[in-house]
């Protein structure tokens, strides 16, 4: 019998170890509370496997829409660009036709 007590009072002494390890390790002083976390850490880390997914799925469509924005900003570079070389090629062709006006006038 005495045996049977020294091994209670010993596995005892194991599990108050192991509950202030708990304690320390999460915060919570409540055994009420932490049965309860315990018994809910699936919920919580099904909800946050969720957010991990939802946050995927926005950072996808954000990634899309960049890479998006970047090819429009792309070819509005090069319409700006190709604009800028009419306009100047527009720009020499006008002193062109008023030289040969001005010849013209000076000929006459």
Same mark, same amino acid.
């Given at each position: 019998?005495?045996?049977?007590?020294?091994?209670?009072?010993?596995?005892?002494?194991?599990?108050?170890?192991? $509950?202030?390890?708990?304690?320390?390790?999460?915060?919570?002083?409540?055994?009420?509370? @932490?049965?309860?976390? $315990?018994?809910?850490?699936?919920?919580?880390? =099904?909800? @946050?496997?969720?957010?991990? %997914?939802? =946050?995927?799925?926005?950072?996808?469509?954000?990634?899309?829409?960049?890479?998006?924005?970047?090819?429009?900003?792309?070819?509005?570079?090069?319409? =700006?660009? &190709?604009?800028? &070389? &009419?306009?100047?090629? %527009?720009?020499?062709?006008? $002193?062109?036709?008023?030289?040969?006006?001005?010849?013209?006038? =000076?000929?006459?």
């Amino acid at each position: 019998m005495r045996k049977k007590m020294e091994k209670e009072m010993e596995n005892s002494k194991e599990i108050d170890q192991a $509950f202030k390890e708990i304690k320390t390790a999460t915060g919570v002083t409540d055994v009420q509370e @932490l049965v309860k976390r $315990f018994l809910t850490r699936e919920q919580t880390y =099904s909800d @946050l496997l969720q957010n991990v %997914n939802d =946050s995927d799925k926005k950072v996808d469509i954000l990634k899309k829409d960049n890479e998006m924005l970047r090819n429009r900003l792309h070819d509005l570079k090069i319409d =700006s660009e &190709a604009n800028a &070389a &009419a306009a100047q090629e %527009n720009d020499g062709a006008q $002193f062109k036709d008023e030289d040969i006006l001005e010849m013209q006038g =000076s000929i006459a």
